[in-house]
Nanobody, 123 residues
Framework: QVQLVESGGGMVQAGGSLRLSCAVS????????MGWFRQAPGKEREFVAV????????TYADSAKGRFTISRDSAKNTVYLQMNSLEPDDTAVYYC????????????????WGQGTQVTVSS
């Protein structure tokens, strides 16, 4: 099994930055890719970014390109999401997710999910 624990959420003003962390524990060797998703109130969960564990490649949602950066520290078994130039529309619960088999933007391709961390951006 794999456990994912997110941290780093909070409240920030528009234009500000936050860095989310996702600590991965358990059978980490089984992870093929890690993704970040978000869900705003009343909306579907949506893809934000994905990174393959080894070698590292990344893909971003259009809404994240140029503002967000996903990265991983293999030694620490941690995945990060650096978010800059935040906007009120970025307000959501952010989830990290792990896939055993796929490098994908689809949430159904992920086997493990964290509990989520709230990000609130005020105007």
């Amino acid at each position: 099994q794999v456990q994912l624990v997110e941290s780093g959420g909070g409240m920030v003003q528009a234009g500000g930055s936050l860095r989310l962390s996702c600590a991965v524990s358990g059978r980490t060797f089984s992870i093929y890719a890690m993704g970040w998703f978000r869900q705003a109130p009343g909306k579907e969960r949506e893809f934000v970014a994905v990174i393959s564990w080894n070698p590292s490649r990344t893909t971003y949602a259009d809404s994240a390109k140029g503002r967000f950066t996903i990265s991983r520290d293999s030694a620490k078994n941690t995945v990060y999401l650096q978010m800059n130039s935040l906007e009120p529309d970025d307000t959501a619960v952010y989830y990290c997710a792990g896939s055993k088999s796929y490098y994908t933007v689809a949430s159904y391709g992920y086997d493990y999910w964290g509990q989520g961390t709230q990000v609130t951006v005020s105007s």
